[in-house]
């Protein structure tokens, strides 16, 4: 009898509907296994991205440390080079300063002297030269510039031409490869 009453209408629906319910357990387990291990992968994929990203980010952040030293070295390079440019620049300068003052010191000491004893020199006019000759002599040492001021001149001159050859060896300064 229990038998009978299960295979009534409403039994067998009942039956029906716990197979149904049965195989729906099934399938959703499948489908829970599928994506747990579906979930796993994409946790994988997404581990890795991370981990990728990461290294990016630190390369970059590398490779930029490492271009601030170079540009840092270059720009200490450079700079080095231009003390020296600089400095062998000065010291060209006050040589040919020092040379141009005291050819200016002798000249004037010869001058003071051939004033002073007019018979005795280089500035002395030579015996039995015709006077247009002398005149000459006489004429060109007018149209020279006084004393102080040919050596204003020459100084301003020796600085003019020191400027030019600084301006060409920094010229050759390449900051970024240091070649010259």
């Given at each position: 009898?229990?038998?009978?009453?299960?295979?009534?209408?409403?039994?067998?629906?009942?039956?029906?509907?716990?197979?149904?319910?049965?195989?729906?357990?099934?399938?959703?387990?499948?489908?829970?296994?599928?994506?747990?291990?579906?979930?796993?992968?994409?946790?994988?994929?997404?581990?890795?991205?991370?981990?990728?990203?990461?290294?990016?980010?630190?390369?970059?952040?590398?490779?930029?440390?490492?271009?601030?030293?170079?540009?840092?070295?270059a720009a200490e390079r450079t700079a080095?080079?231009?003390?020296?440019?600089?400095?062998?620049?000065?010291?060209?300068?006050?040589?040919?300063?020092?040379?141009?003052?005291?050819?200016?010191e002798r000249l004037r000491r010869e001058?003071?002297?051939?004033?002073?004893?007019?018979?005795?020199?280089?500035?002395?006019?030579?015996?039995?030269?015709?006077?247009?000759?002398?005149?000459?002599?006489?004429?060109?040492?007018?149209?020279?510039?006084?004393?102080?001021?040919?050596?204003?001149?020459?100084?301003?001159?020796?600085?003019?031409?020191?400027?030019?050859?600084?301006?060409?060896?920094?010229?050759?300064?390449?900051?970024?490869?240091?070649?010259?």
């Amino acid at each position: 009898m229990t038998i009978l009453r299960l295979l009534n209408p409403q039994g067998v629906a009942g039956l029906a509907v716990a197979l149904c319910l049965a195989i729906l357990l099934l399938v959703e387990k499948g489908e829970t296994r599928h994506w747990k291990k579906q979930s796993s992968q994409f946790e994988q994929l997404y581990r890795r991205e991370q981990s990728a990203f990461a290294t990016t980010v630190s390369n970059y952040r590398a490779a930029a440390e490492a271009a601030r030293a170079a540009d840092l070295e270059a720009a200490e390079r450079t700079a080095a080079e231009q003390r020296a440019i600089n400095q062998r620049s000065k010291n060209a300068l006050e040589s040919r300063l020092a040379d141009a003052r005291a050819r200016a010191e002798r000249l004037r000491r010869e001058v003071d002297a051939t004033a002073a004893h007019p018979g005795i020199g280089p500035g002395a006019p030579v015996p039995g030269l015709p006077s247009p000759a002398i005149g000459a002599a006489q004429r060109s040492r007018e149209d020279r510039l006084p004393p102080a001021d040919a050596l204003t001149a020459t100084e301003q001159a020796i600085q003019l031409d020191e400027l030019i050859k600084w301006v060409k060896e920094q010229a050759t300064v390449d900051p970024n490869n240091g070649t010259r």
